[in-house]
C-alpha cells in the first residue's frame, strides 16, 4: 500500500469547517483512499472512502485532486465530538491485507 | 444490525498469567483482523484471517501470543505469561468489500 502524509495536528473552531489534508504521491491506479478516524478510547471507525471522483456521506465529504496524488477529508460543521486523531490510508479494495494506520492527525474541535 | 464485539471490555491480570480474548465479527465477513495499540500509540497489525485460508502471524510479537478462529467466525487471541508490556487494548476488526469495521476493544493491564 502507497505512503501517506498528514499533519500531526490541527485546530478547528466549533461549527466551522474542518479540513484535513492527506498526500498520497505514491498511489497506484487501482488503489483508493480510506479515511477513518478514532476517537479516545474507542476503536477506528470508518469514514469514507474513494478513488478518484469526489465522494459525500453524511459524515463527510472527500476530495481527490485531478492527479490524485493528494486529498482533503472534510467535516463540513465541525463539532466538539469530532475531536480525534484521523487516519489517511491508501489501499487497494481487492486486498485483504491488514490496514496499516500512519500516525494520523490530531485534529482538536474548540468551543 | 450489529458490529464486531469484544469480550471483556477490561481485563487486568497478574504477570504470568494467561489471558483469552474474545471478537465476535460482524456475521458474514470472511476476514478477521487483530490489532493492539499501547498508550498513546498507533495500531499494531497483530495476526488476520481470511476464509479457510491459512492466517497471516507476521505481526505477533512473540510465540507467546496465539489466535484462532472457529468456525470461520468467532475468533480467540490467547496470551501466554503475560509481561507488563503486554499491557495495551486490543482491537479486533472484520471486514466487508469496502470498510473495515472495528470492535470496542478489551484494556488489557497486566499488574
Known amino acids: 500500500d502507497a505512503k501517506t502524509t498528514q499533519p500531526t495536528s490541527m485546530d478547528c473552531a466549533e461549527g466551522r469547517a474542518a479540513n484535513l489534508p492527506c498526500n498520497h504521491s505514491?498511489?497506484?491506479?487501482?488503489?483508493?483512499v480510506y479515511w477513518y478516524r478514532q476517537i479516545h478510547s474507542q476503536g477506528p471507525q470508518y469514514i469514507i472512502h474513494?478513488?478518484?471522483n469526489n465522494e459525500t456521506n453524511e459524515m463527510a465529504s472527500l476530495i481527490i485532486t485531478e492527479d490524485r496524488k493528494s486529498s482533503t477529508l472534510i467535516l463540513p460543521h465541525a463539532t466538539l465530538r469530532d475531536t480525534a486523531v484521523y487516519y489517511c490510508?491508501?489501499?487497494?479494495?481487492?486486498?485483504?491485507?491488514?490496514?496499516?494506520f500512519g500516525k494520523g492527525t490530531r485534529l482538536s474541535v474548540i468551543a | 444490525g450489529a458490529g464486531v464485539s469484544q469480550s471483556p471490555s477490561n481485563k487486568v491480570t497478574e504477570k504470568g498469567k494467561d489471558v483469552e480474548l474474545r471478537c465476535d465479527p460482524i456475521?458474514?465477513?470472511?476476514?478477521l483482523y487483530w490489532y493492539r495499540q499501547s498508550l498513546g500509540q498507533g495500531l499494531e497489525f497483530l495476526i488476520y484471517?481470511?476464509?479457510?485460508?491459512?492466517?497471516?502471524k507476521s505481526g505477533l510479537p512473540s510465540d507467546r501470543f496465539s489466535a484462532e478462529r472457529t468456525g470461520g467466525s468467532v475468533s480467540t487471541l490467547t496470551i501466554q505469561r503475560t509481561q507488563q508490556e503486554d499491557s495495551a487494548v486490543y482491537l479486533c476488526?472484520?471486514?466487508?468489500?469496502?470498510?473495515?469495521?472495528f470492535g470496542p476493544g478489551t484494556r488489557l493491564t497486566v499488574l
Open positions: 476488526a472484520s471486514r466487508s468489500q469496502y470498510e473495515q469495521f
Open positions: 505514491t498511489i497506484s491506479g487501482n488503489e483508493y
Open positions: 474513494g478513488l478518484k
Open positions: 490510508i491508501v489501499r487497494s479494495v481487492s486486498g485483504n491485507t491488514p490496514i496499516v
Open positions: 456475521s458474514g465477513h470472511t476476514a
Open positions: 484471517f481470511q476464509g479457510n485460508s491459512a492466517p497471516d
